[in-house]
């Protein structure tokens, strides 16, 4: 089993929908959940970080956390043309290192 | 405020020949260094980390090194380069333990011909 799991896509949406992306992680001992962008070509760069149980808000970015079922989501509202890129998850863990472990990434399309 | 360099930005280099990637960070002190390596369509694969001066994690065996000669530096080298190394290294810091969050550089595309 992948250590974090995404499912690579694409994932089309229309423009001012809202986009969904999933992550799941295997090591419940996971503390720290990250969301990137990474556009083509380009380094990945940080949308949003999440550390509880819950919902956190940033702009048009909601990040949800829920670590009983060892599951991170990503929510974009009124999403763009310009949101089209590869969302990657990435994990950090209490295993006594400081590794952050990324998933394969989704690729979302967002249709004018 | 923090910043991190890496370079060059693309390279293109024959098989069996060596390589240096250098990376450094400007604005903080005593940072965790990875490297990281994304083959075409594919997601990031951690190679190294450092966690201190002298201090390398390998994560995956290879015909890689890294190395971390100052606080803010951090080497990925090899002897002889593979086709297989062909791929985009990134560079990434953070700060502290748990609860932080990773920056990257640029990216170095590297082409091994």
């Known amino acids: 089993q992948k250590e974090v799991e995404q499912n690579s896509g694409p994932l089309s949406v229309p423009e001012g929908a809202i986009a969904s992306l999933n992550c799941t992680y295997s090591d419940r001992g996971s503390q720290s959940f990250f969301w990137y962008r990474q556009y083509s070509g380009k380094s990945p760069e940080l949308i949003m970080s999440i550390y509880s149980n819950g919902d956190k808000e940033d702009g048009r970015f909601t990040a949800q956390l829920n670590k009983a079922s060892q599951y991170v989501s990503l929510l974009i509202r009124d999403s763009q043309p310009s949101d089209s890129a590869t969302y990657l998850c990435?994990?950090?863990?209490?295993?006594?290192?400081?590794?952050?472990?990324f998933g394969t990434g989704t690729r979302l399309k967002v249709l004018a | 405020s923090q910043t991190i360099h890496q370079w060059p930005a693309t390279l293109v280099q024959p098989v069996g020949s060596p390589l240096s990637l250098e990376c450094t960070v400007e604005?903080?002190?005593?940072?965790?260094l990875y490297w990281y390596r994304q083959a075409a369509g594919r997601g990031l694969q951690l190679l190294f980390y450092s966690v201190g001066i002298g201090q390398i994690s390998s994560e995956v065996p290879q015909n890689l090194s890294a190395s971390r000669p100052q606080d803010r530096q951090f080497i990925l080298s090899s002897k002889k380069l593979l086709l297989s190394d062909s791929g985009f290294y990134l560079c990434?810091?953070?700060?502290?333990?748990?609860?932080?969050?990773?920056?990257f550089g640029q990216g170095t595309r590297l082409t091994v011909v």
């Open positions: 990435a994990v950090n863990t209490i295993s006594g290192t400081y590794k952050y472990i």
């Open positions: 990434a810091w953070s700060v502290g333990l748990l609860y932080t969050e990773a920056f």
């Open positions: 604005g903080t002190s005593n940072p965790n």
